[in-house]
Antibody, heavy 117, light 112 residues
Framework: EVHLVQSGAEVKQPGESLTISCQGSGYSFSTYSIGWVRQTPGTGLQWMGRVDPYDSHPNYSPSFEGHVTMSADKTLSTAFLQWKSLRSSDSGVYYC??????????WGQGTLVTVSS | DIVLTQSPVSLPVTPGEPASISCRSSQSLLHSNGIDYLDWYVQKPGQSPQLLIYLGSSRASGVPDRFSVSGSGTDFTLKISRVAAEDVGVFYCMQTLQLPLTFGGGTRVDIK
């Protein structure tokens, strides 16, 4: 059975850095891209981009490019989403997904990120 | 970016009755291979979204056959033949034709 397990909730201040993770199991991690989706009350679901675990190559949505970094370590079966400098507008729930083609077949449980001074 | 518009925003339903949700796209989602690149997801209360329908009309594993999709190109309708109490949640359409992938605004389904 496929499982995506994400790291726990985070509370950060604006300007701080953060990395959240998503560990896959029950399938060949290198074979499927990991996507990231943000959910906020104001903007609903937003697709942020995806990373290919085979070579850690990312594709970013223009709305997030330059502000986040997506990577993956296939030896750990884990994908990462990183911010160097958080903004209050980064607050939300972040989901990782196992992508089959462009469809998100499996979803992690979500990581709540709160950015507040 | 492709914009998806869902309606209604809120849909009160009666168990056993049918229900429909519309999703309209700013561009055709019909690929030259004849497949519509549209998915549907449902987010049940307190849960992560889950895949319901992919590539236009294919039901994901374990999805009951009371869920179906009609339409092609820019206009799609998710149909629930007989709503069950467990169908409560927010339904989203998502286009998978081109990057960046985009979601509709969601339709909240609850029991009357």
């Amino acid at each position: 059975e496929v499982h995506l397990v994400q790291s726990g909730a985070e509370v950060k201040q604006p300007g701080e850095s953060l990395t959240i993770s998503c560990q896959g199991s029950g399938y060949s991690f290198s074979t499927y891209s990991i996507g990231w989706v943000r959910q906020t009350p104001g903007t609903g679901l937003q697709w942020m981009g995806r990373v290919d675990p085979y070579d850690s190559h990312p594709n970013y949505s223009p709305s997030f490019e330059g502000h986040v970094t997506m990577s993956a370590d296939k030896t750990l079966s884990t994908a990462f989403l990183q911010w160097k400098s958080l903004r209050s507008s980064d607050s939300g729930v972040y989901y990782c997904t196992r992508m089959d083609g462009h469809s998100s077949e499996n979803w992690g449980q979500g990581t709540l990120v709160t950015v507040s001074s | 970016d492709i914009v998806l518009t869902q309606s209604p925003v809120s849909l009160p339903v009666t168990p056993g009755e049918p229900a429909s949700i519309s999703c309209r796209s700013s561009q055709s989602l019909l690929h030259s291979n004849g497949i519509d690149y549209l998915d549907w997801y449902v987010q049940k209360p307190g849960q992560s979204p889950q895949l319901l329908i992919y590539l236009g009309s294919s039901r994901a594993s374990g999805v009951p056959d009371r869920f179906s999709v009609s339409g092609s190109g820019t206009d799609f309708t998710l149909k629930i033949s007989r709503v069950a109490a467990e169908d409560v949640g927010v339904f989203y359409c998502m286009q998978t034709l081109q990057l960046p992938l985009t979601f509709g605004g969601g339709t909240r389904v609850d029991i009357k």
